[in-house]
T-cell receptor, first 109, second 118 residues
Framework: RKEVEQDPGPFNVPEGATVAFNCTYSNSASQSFFWYRQDCRKEPKLLMSVYSSGNEDGRFTAQLNRASQYISLLIRDSKLSDSATYLCVVIYNFNKFYFGSGTKLNVKP | EPEVTQTPSHQVTQMGQEVILRCVPISNHLYFYWYRQILGQKVEFLVSFYNNEISEKSEIFDDQFSVERPDGSNFTLKIRSTKLEDSAMYFC????????????????FGAGSRLTVL
């Protein structure tokens, strides 16, 4: 079983749409969670950390559900510039980071 | 904004040759990592390094790989005898701290070194 699983997509949405991604993790001892964004052939860049109470940063909202072992990312009012691959990252065992395979988002005009 | 720098950006080598990829982590960061990403695939953990020694390594990080922090600023990944399947983007990353929460455990990645083995 994979440590972190994501729907690979692609999610094709029109500008202005709301889109949500989920990510499930297998290890209940996982303690820190992040969403990273990766543009084609570029390095991953932190989008946001995910806190237990859920958190929002502008058009982006992240949620954590420990009972069901998943995290989610909601993007409201999608922009063309949101087109990228979104990586779910989970820390387990102090400093071991596990990456999901990423969910590809295409925002179309 | 502080950044992680990597050199070279692209290296082409012949199978069996040794390759050294270099990284300069963010200056106040204490934890250093190498990841790789084969084209079209996921980001894979190779190794983490703290206090001048390896703290974790994956099954990918076999005897062909080694890491070093030779001079207090550079962090290098050496592949002794490259294979075709080593062709990938290699990302260096660093973090201020490890552990859970507080924000200091966030990974910052370099732009990557693309390795092509022929």
């Amino acid at each position: 079983r994979k440590e972190v699983e994501q729907d690979p997509g692609p999610f094709n949405v029109p500008e202005g749409a709301t889109v949500a991604f989920n990510c499930t993790y297998s290890n209940s001892a996982s303690q820190s969670f992040f969403w990273y964004r990766q543009d084609c052939r570029k390095e991953p860049k932190l989008l946001m950390s995910v806190y237990s109470s859920g958190n929002e940063d502008g058009r982006f909202t992240a949620q954590l559900n420990r009972a069901s072992q998943y995290i989610s990312l909601l993007i409201r009012d999608s922009k063309l510039s949101d087109s990228a691959t979104y990586l779910c990252v989970v820390i387990y065992n102090f400093n071991k980071f596990y990456f999901g395979s990423g969910t590809k988002l295409n925002v179309k005009p | 904004e502080p950044e992680v720098t990597q050199t070279p950006s692209h290296q082409v080598t012949q199978m069996g040759q040794e390759v050294i990829l270099r990284c300069v982590p963010i200056s106040n960061h204490l934890y250093f990592y190498w990841y790789r990403q084969i084209l079209g695939q996921k980001v894979e953990f190779l190794v983490s390094f703290y206090n001048n020694e390896i703290s974790e390594k994956s099954e990918i990080f076999d005897d062909q790989f080694s890491v070093e922090r030779p001079d207090g600023s550079n962090f290098t990944l050496k592949i002794r005898s490259t294979k075709l399947e080593d062709s990938a983007m290699y990302f260096c990353a660093s973090s201020e701290a490890a552990g859970y929460g507080g924000g200091a455990n966030v990974l910052t990645f370099g732009a990557g070194s693309r390795l092509t083995v022929l």
